[in-house]
C-alpha cells in the first residue's frame, strides 16, 4: 500500500497500519527513510514561518534556512534513534516482549504520519504568527502524535502472532 494510503488509514486505525508495517518485515532501510521524510516535511513546514521571520526582523533567510536544515534534517535523526532506544528499555521494563526495531518502526512510522499536522501548523505559524491558532494547532499534532506512538509501541511491543 502507498505510504500516502497508509497515513489516511493511521487516522482511522493506527494499530491495523503498524500491524502491516510489522508483517513486512524487519527492514531498517524502511525505517530510515520513515524518519528521513518526516525530517525533510519537518524542515519544509518551518519555511513560512522562516520567511516570517526574515522579513520581520530583516534577516537573512538563507542563515535561518541554513539552521534550520543542519537541525532538521542531520542531527534530529539521530535524536529519534536515541529516543527510540529508550522508549524500547521503557517497554522492555513495562513487560513488552518487540525488538528495538519494533520501538523503531513505532516511532518513526509515527512521526511520518503526523505530518499533515506538521505541515498545517507550519502554515499557521508562517501565515498567522503566534497566538491562540498556532497553540490549538500544536496541541492537535502533539496529541494526534502521542495517540500514533503510544498506540503503535504498544503494537510493536505485543509477541508476534
Not at 513560512?48 to 534534517?73: C, F, I, K, T, Y
Not at 521503557?90 to 518513526?108: D, K, N, P
Not at 499557521?124 to 492537535?140: E, K, Q, Y
Request: net charge positive; hydrophobic share 60%.
Amino acid at each position: 500500500m502507498p505510504v500516502t494510503s497508509d497515513i489516511a488509514a493511521s487516522y482511522r486505525g493506527p494499530a491495523r497500519v503498524m500491524r502491516h508495517l510489522l508483517d513486512m518485515g524487519q527492514r531498517e532501510d524502511r525505517a530510515l527513510a520513515f524518519v528521513m521524510a518526516f525530517c525533510v516535511i519537518a524542515f519544509v513546514a518551518q519555511l513560512p514561518a522562516l520567511a516570517r521571520r526574515a522579513h520581520l526582523e530583516q534577516a537573512d533567510l538563507n542563515m535561518l534556512m541554513g539552521g534550520a536544515l543542519l537541525g532538521s534534517v542531520f542531527l534530529l535523526p539521530l535524536l529519534f534513534y536515541a529516543i527510540a532506544l529508550l522508549s524500547h528499555w521503557v517497554a522492555r521494563m513495562l513487560g513488552g516482549q518487540g525488538s528495538a526495531y519494533g520501538a523503531r518502526l513505532a516511532l518513526f512510522w509515527s512521526l511520518l504520519a503526523s505530518t499533515p499536522l506538521v505541515l498545517l501548523n507550519g502554515l499557521v505559524a508562517g501565515f498567522i504568527g503566534p497566538g491562540p491558532a498556532l497553540s490549538a494547532v500544536g496541541l492537535i499534532w502533539v496529541a494526534v502524535f502521542a495517540w500514533f506512538w503510544l498506540t503503535n509501541l504498544r503494537e510493536a511491543q505485543r509477541p508476534a502472532p
